[in-house]
């Protein structure tokens, strides 16, 4: 008889490394939603970005392992949505803001092909990588930019506007 495998009590990384089963793939996504709709739920809910960044910052123990089943973070995710607030405190509170999912997109490639501009701007100001090639085949974030016509990004990069955010 075969041994069942027991996925409930396992840690991130011992999901992560056995992605592609069925079973690992909804526990991954149904703790990842869990985790994502948490932050979420308290950007909605704060109105200081100082106050959610000292929350999202006691969470780090729970989100900054988190993964989904495309090996994305929650910074992803809120680009991906166009959480400007949300993406903003996780950098605040040590989010690595070139991390890369599971086929090498960054939290700002997905902003961009999403179309959250403000997001992606603030993505870059704080820090986020434009020019390099993310995986074989693709084009640079300031590429995607050029294709989709965003100005503002184009402007952005080109004039080398950076900012260093602080929280509030």
């Not at 990384?13 to 992605?19: D, V």
């Not at 988190?66 to 994305?72: L, N, S, V, W």
């Not at 490639?109 to 990588?129: D, P, R, Y």
Request: with cysteine.
């Amino acid at each position: 008889m075969a041994a069942v495998m027991n996925i409930d009590n396992l840690q991130w990384s011992e999901l992560i490394c056995k992605i592609g089963l069925k079973e690992v793939n909804e526990i991954l996504d149904k703790r990842f939603e869990y985790i994502f709709t948490t932050l979420r739920d308290l950007a909605s809910v704060f109105t200081s970005d100082r106050t959610l960044t000292e929350r999202v910052s006691a969470l780090k123990d729970e989100w900054f392992p988190a993964r989904d089943q495309y090996e994305r973070s929650v910074i992803h995710l809120a680009s991906l949505n166009g959480n400007t607030r949300l993406v903003r405190c996780l950098v605040y509170s040590g989010c690595p803001i070139n991390i890369r999912d599971g086929i090498g997109q960054t939290p700002l490639t997905l902003a961009l092909h999403m179309g959250h501009t403000i997001t992606a701007k603030v993505i870059i100001e704080c820090g986020a990588s434009v020019r390099d090639e993310l995986f074989p085949d693709t084009v640079p974030p300031l590429q995607i930019a050029k294709v989709k016509g965003d100005n503002i990004m184009i402007d952005t990069e080109n004039t080398g506007r950076r900012r260093s955010y602080s929280p509030c």
